[in-house]
């Protein structure tokens, strides 16, 4: 199988956030963005202490803060390094005039994303 090709990658600590993520279900790791990534929702994953966990990437067309929602995850990444590494662009970023609609945006790009991981 021939690896997936890196679109983006970047390292840095993982900073306190305004937990916004968190409110909506899905919490996220930031770090800051040296590499100006363009914005997007990426399918991709993040490397903490050498594994790799899949990660719907988020990309904002104004912050140079790169989030990363790790599937299946639940530990506390404060403080950490990690590397962010976005594989495939799944779609532009938005502007969702609801909580609702924003919710049920990210839940199909998850949704997405898992079917990408699964190619």
Known sequence: MKPPTILFKADGTVLKGKKKGEELGFPTANIPDDNFMPAGIY?????????????????????DIIEAHLLDFSDNLYGETITIIAYQKIRDSRFFPNREELIAAISKDIEDIKKCLQE
């Open 43 to 63: 399918v991709g994953e993040v490397i903490w202490k050498g594994n790799a966990y899949p990660a719907a990437i988020y990309k904002g067309d104004v912050k």
